[in-house]
């Protein structure tokens, strides 16, 4: 078992709700808000899209873009993005689709650098987040 499955593996499974999807979530792993730059290679289709990447978990991430894709889910893409100074590349599913707003896709194969670099990602957004956490806060 490499490092990023085995990653994925002990990552905590609690679901929480989301307004947006207007029940439980669904998603594996925690998910980090976050922002940096996308492109998305569809294979099927091949056609070019970007948008920016607004959450991350271990399996997956969010893409924000105005494109009005009319994707199947499942169709396979490959994504290419930067945060925090990490630059990833991997193949993904289509998960979700809200033409026009964006895209859920689920990681399925990385390269060993891109594994690497998702881990150091996932690990900042993990300590900035629980930075901003309820003891972060000042009282009222």
Do not use: W
Not at 66 to 92: I, K, M, Q, W, Y
């Amino acid at each position: 078992m490499n490092e990023l499955e085995k990653a994925v593996e002990e990552a905590p499974k609690e679901p929480d709700s989301g307004p947006e999807h207007g029940g439980p979530e669904r998603r594996r792993n925690p998910r980090y808000a976050c922002s940096g730059p996308v492109e998305v290679g569809v294979f099927d289709a091949e056609f070019l899209f970007r948008g920016e990447v607004r959450d991350l978990s271990l399996t997956g991430c969010y893409v924000q873009t105005r494109a009005r894709l009319r994707l199947r889910p499942d169709t396979e893409v490959e994504l290419r993005f930067s945060l925090e100074g990490e630059n990833v590349r991997c193949l993904a599913r289509v998960k979700s689709l809200r033409p026009g707003v964006g895209a859920g896709f689920e990681f399925q194969e990385f390269d060993e650098r891109s594994k690497k670099a998702i881990l150091r990602l996932i690990r900042a957004l993990e300590e900035a987040a629980s930075a901003d956490g309820p003891e972060a806060e000042e009282p009222n």
